[in-house]
T-cell receptor
Framework: AQSVTQLGSHVSVSEGALVLLRCNYS??????LFWYVQYPNQGLQLLLK??????LVKGINGFEAEFKKSETSFHLTKPSAHMSDAAEYFC???????FGTGTRLLVSP | EAGVAQSPRYKIIEKRQSVAFWCNPI?????LYWYQQILGQGPKLLIQ????????DSQLPKDRFSAERLKGVDSTLKIQPAKLEDSAVYLC??????????????FGPGTRLTVL
């Protein structure tokens, strides 16, 4: 079965620090992988997507993710966290409309 | 361009009562999705429509949940009767075409349902 696993339900960083949100996948076919962001009381918004072209994908708001087949991972990173990045982030397998359980990012001043 | 609209935003009911949620997708979007998002979990697909036809309803608890999109535009999701475990946020999303890999889904703000 195809699935995604997000390690860590909560990640806390200080403003200006590196953000790293982890996502590992399991798929019997070459996967496409998306990251979504959900701000409080809002719907999900597409952050970036991997569709088998470049393995390093850049998204909105300075986020990027790298697809690593050998590690079955698609971790989300941002070099310097901003207070406005505080939200919940979901990794997803769009082919099966499967979402991870989410990671809440907390940013402290 | 207006986004996906959902109403109501919040609903509190007692178990065994009925409830309905409404979704108006982005104009021109043929594909509409309903998801259930339980606290602490990711969204789970309940049903996918293409125009007014059902593409996938394999995870819809059909004994109590129903959904329709009669004119291929807006949609209604109903729960009858509600159970405590139905407490969740119900998200509606729409896209131009059915393949979610190539057609971005746009999500509404959701309806938060609390069943007491």
């Amino acid at each position: 079965a195809q699935s995604v696993t997000q390690l860590g339900s909560h990640v806390s960083v200080s403003e200006g620090a590196l953000v790293l949100l982890r996502c590992n996948y399991s798929s019997s076919v070459p996967p496409y992988l998306f990251w979504y962001v959900q701000y409080p009381n809002q719907g999900l918004q597409l952050l970036l997507k991997y569709t088998s072209a470049a393995t390093l994908v850049k998204g909105i708001n300075g986020f990027e993710a790298e697809f690593k087949k050998s590690e079955t991972s698609f971790h989300l990173t941002k070099p310097s966290a901003h207070m406005s990045d505080a939200a919940e982030y979901f990794c997803a397998l769009p082919q099966k409309l499967v979402f991870g359980t989410g990671t809440r990012l907390l940013v402290s001043p | 361009e207006a986004g996906v609209a959902q109403s109501p935003r919040y609903k509190i009911i007692e178990k065994r009562q009925s409830v309905a949620f409404w979704c108006n997708p982005i104009s021109g979007h043929a594909t509409l999705y309903w998801y259930q998002q339980i606290l602490g979990q990711g969204p789970k697909l309940l049903i996918q429509f293409q125009n007014n036809g059902v593409v996938d309803d394999s995870q819809l608890p059909k004994d109590r949940f129903s959904a329709e999109r009669l004119k291929g535009v807006d949609s209604t999701l109903k729960i009858q009767p509600a159970k405590l475990e139905d407490s969740a946020v119900y998200l509606c999303a729409s896209s131009l075409a059915p393949d979610p890999t190539y057609n971005e889904q746009f999500f509404g703000p959701g309806t938060r349902l609390t069943v007491l």
